[in-house]
């Protein structure tokens, strides 16, 4: 049984590598995914929401996992001083995320947001009693690829660093050709 020492220096640069790549990926991932809300606020037909950016906004539903129902609401975004409409879309592939207390925070719909300024945000269709529950409607900028990218991004990384850790614990033991 002989040690490969080449291959187990290389793993031994990878491993500590592969290790900061992947603590810096979950990070970023965590960040990408909770830094884009721009408003948490209740569930009820019709409020008044200041918005300090134009752009996109995506209007999504917070409330605990595999709870459903908000399947059928439609939200409208209008102006509050010229009650000119935003345009805006229901999403069909929706992004959803759990958070660690077990609450899903699902994108429902989207905005252009043509201006800053007050704006109306009401909503059709909520069931009897959601305005009494913690759930939230969430207002918060599209993550869109970025997120996938994070994704890929841990997966490589972590994949190297398992490959690492296994190849490099072979060429220790001697087990290696």
Do not use: N
Request: aromatic content about 6%; hydrophobic content about 55%; overall charge positive.
């Amino acid at each position: 049984m002989a040690v490969r020492w080449d291959i187990a220096a290389l793993c031994a640069i990878v491993v500590p590598v592969a290790a900061v790549l992947l603590a810096g990926g979950i990070r970023s991932l965590v960040r990408v995914s909770w830094g884009g809300e721009i408003a948490a606020l209740p569930v009820v037909a019709e409020q008044k929401v200041f918005l300090d950016q134009a752009g996109e906004i995506d209007v999504a539903i917070r409330t605990m996992a595999g709870r459903r129902g908000y399947g059928g609401i439609a939200f409208a975004l209008r102006s509050a001083g010229t009650a000119e409409a935003a345009p805006g879309r229901a999403l069909v592939l929706r992004s959803r995320a759990i958070d660690l207390k077990g609450r899903a925070t699902v994108s429902l719909h989207r905005f252009a947001v043509p201006a800053p300024g007050a704006y109306v945000l009401t909503a059709d269709g909520l069931r009897a009693g959601w305005e009494d529950s913690d759930d939230r409607l969430v207002l918060g900028r599209p993550r869109g690829a970025a997120t996938f990218v994070r994704i890929l991004w841990v997966l490589v990384a972590s994949g190297a660093l398992i490959v690492a850790v296994v190849f490099g614990s072979l060429a220790l033991m001697g087990k290696l050709p």
